[in-house]
């Protein structure tokens, strides 16, 4: 149990472009997901928080019209990153949590690369 | 601003040893505390988790809590060459939902 799915697992992109990366829970309903962003040799860091039904939440610093949170359902919180520069390229995980003690699960991430 | 300090290592234990592996926190709330396994390129894989002082044994792994030194760590018996990873240690913030990571630590295991 407990799994969570992203997509796409990399991708490419064009300097000023969008891209649109997946995250579902493919096993339990998820109210609450998490966006991680991950640089080489570097922890994970929270970028914000997206709950069913109504607007994420955005931790200090990061540009919520830049990086577009849409969770339109238990099992499907999507993550855009609008107008991509070459320091959006980083690796952006998911989390889902479950259980009584907030479990996180993780996605398999997604790797970005803006040339 | 909370926080969670963790050696970066790498830590270096010959196959078959104990490896130790540490973790503080600043946030005195904290209830709840979590070890993930990462290896390169990949994302983390949850090991276990832990609420009460004092130690939580799964399989291979032990998980000690000491809430009031605001101290967590993980031993990893009979240590593989497989166990070779950075490992995480996460803190449930208190009154939300989300956790802070620490930097890692790298734990080596040679054959």
């Known amino acids: 149990g407990a799994v969570v799915s992203q997509h796409p697992s990399w991708v490419i992109c064009k300097s000023g472009t969008s891209v649109k990366i997946e995250c579902r829970s493919l096993?339990?309903?998820?109210?609450?997901m998490f966006w991680y962003r991950q640089f080489p040799k570097q922890s994970l860091m929270l970028m914000a928080t997206?709950?069913?039904?109504?607007?994420?939440?955005?931790e200090q610093g990061v540009e919520k019209d830049k990086f577009l949170i849409n969770h339109a359902s238990l099992t499907l919180s999507t993550l855009t990153v609008t107008s991509a520069h070459p320091e959006d390229s980083s690796f952006y995980i998911c989390?889902?949590?479950?259980?009584?003690?907030?479990?996180?699960?993780f996605g398999p991430g997604t790797r970005l690369t803006v040339l | 601003q909370k926080e969670v300090e963790q050696n970066s290592g790498p830590l270096s234990v010959p196959e078959g040893a104990i490896a130790s592996l540490n973790c503080t926190y600043s946030d005195r709330g904290s209830q709840s505390f979590f070890w993930y396994r990462q290896y390169s390129g990949k994302s983390p894989e949850l090991i276990m988790f832990?609420?009460?002082?004092g130690d939580k044994e799964d399989g291979r792994f032990t998980a000690q809590l000491n809430k009031a030194s605001q101290y967590v760590s993980l031993l990893i018996r009979d240590s593989q060459p497989s166990d070779s990873a950075t490992y995480l240690c996460?803190?449930?913030?208190?009154?939300?939902?989300?956790?802070?990571f620490g930097k890692g630590t790298m734990l080596l295991v040679s054959p």
């Open positions: 997206s709950n069913e039904g109504s607007k994420a939440t955005y």
């Open positions: 832990i609420y009460s002082n």
């Open positions: 996460a803190v449930l913030n208190s009154g939300y939902s989300t956790l802070t």
């Open positions: 096993d339990f309903q998820a109210t609450t």
């Open positions: 989390s889902a949590a479950q259980g009584a003690n907030n479990e996180q699960f």
